[in-house]
């Protein structure tokens, strides 16, 4: 499964639900989501904390319009929007937390 | 691969629609297939063509109209979502008494069914909201 998180940990829980109740595969960052993976951030210890259950991916042209890009946690793989049909395509299933 | 699009949210909002576009070009651009794109709730607001967006500004809507000329796309939105924000086809107008549609190029109003059958036709179904 891709888990699909488009709101920063800031704003709402969506993050938090996935790291909870999700079985184990990807989570894809994007849009607002892409906070989370900034190093020094509430989400990047949450995503720690989740202990390598999830493989992370963040979306940089996100990373970028945000001015974060130079700012991303360790052990998270950036991707563009190829990459990101490419996370669709590889998994059978995505959910987007909304 | 077959590829479906959700998109659940107005444009100029936070950023699905713009998110939605991007990957649906990548889609494209990677030679996969998209059987439909499915416009929902506030959604449907991608689809009015009296949007009058600044010059230097993205226009979202044409955006998508010329998208689906360009690909053939299957761009539908949903009938009751947009009867009640008032995105107007010729048909919901005589239907419902309205003087003016509104609904643009490349759009086409239909039921959830549709949604439905984008799910089970689809190899892959991507939601995009807020």
Same mark, same amino acid.
């Given at each position: 499964m891709l888990n699909i998180i488009n709101k920063s940990p800031l704003d709402r829980g969506s993050l938090d639900t996935c790291l909870q109740s999700a079985d184990a595969g990807a989570i894809l960052l994007i849009e607002d989501g892409v906070y989370a993976a900034?190093?020094?951030?509430?989400? =990047?210890? @949450?995503?720690?904390a989740a202990g390598g259950k999830f493989k992370i991916y963040a979306l940089g042209p996100d990373l970028e319009a945000r001015g974060i890009a130079d700012r991303v946690m360790d052990g998270v793989t950036l991707v563009d929007y190829g990459g990101?049909?490419?996370?669709?395509? =590889?998994? @059978?299933?995505?959910?987007?937390?909304? | 691969?077959?590829?479906?699009?959700?998109?659940?949210?107005?444009?100029?909002?936070?950023?699905?629609?713009?998110?939605?576009?991007?990957?649906?070009?990548?889609?494209l651009a990677k030679g996969h297939e998209?059987?439909?794109?499915?416009?929902?709730?506030?959604?449907?607001?991608?689809?009015?063509?009296?949007?009058?967006p600044?010059?230097?500004?993205?226009?979202?809507?044409n955006r998508w109209s010329k998208?689906?000329?360009?690909?053939k796309l299957d761009m539908v939105v949903c009938v009751a979502a947009a009867q009640r924000r008032g995105i107007v086809d010729e048909g919901e107008a005589k239907r419902n008494g309205k003087d003016a549609t509104n609904l643009a190029p490349g759009f086409r109003i239909s039921g959830l069914?549709?949604?439905?059958?984008?799910?089970?036709?689809?190899?892959?179904?991507?939601?995009?909201?807020?």
């Amino acid at each position: 499964m891709l888990n699909i998180i488009n709101k920063s940990p800031l704003d709402r829980g969506s993050l938090d639900t996935c790291l909870q109740s999700a079985d184990a595969g990807a989570i894809l960052l994007i849009e607002d989501g892409v906070y989370a993976a900034t190093k020094g951030s509430a989400g =990047e210890a @949450k995503l720690k904390a989740a202990g390598g259950k999830f493989k992370i991916y963040a979306l940089g042209p996100d990373l970028e319009a945000r001015g974060i890009a130079d700012r991303v946690m360790d052990g998270v793989t950036l991707v563009d929007y190829g990459g990101f049909v490419d996370l669709v395509a =590889e998994h @059978k299933t995505s959910q987007s937390w909304l | 691969m077959k590829f479906s699009i959700l998109i659940n949210e107005g444009p100029y909002t936070h950023q699905a629609s713009d998110s939605a576009y991007q990957f649906a070009k990548s889609v494209l651009a990677k030679g996969h297939e998209i059987f439909r794109i499915f416009f929902y709730h506030d959604g449907v607001n991608n689809a009015t063509r009296l949007t009058t967006p600044p010059q230097d500004d993205r226009n979202i809507v044409n955006r998508w109209s010329k998208l689906a000329e360009e690909h053939k796309l299957d761009m539908v939105v949903c009938v009751a979502a947009a009867q009640r924000r008032g995105i107007v086809d010729e048909g919901e107008a005589k239907r419902n008494g309205k003087d003016a549609t509104n609904l643009a190029p490349g759009f086409r109003i239909s039921g959830l069914g549709q949604l439905i059958e984008a799910g089970i036709q689809a190899d892959r179904m991507v939601t995009f909201g807020d």
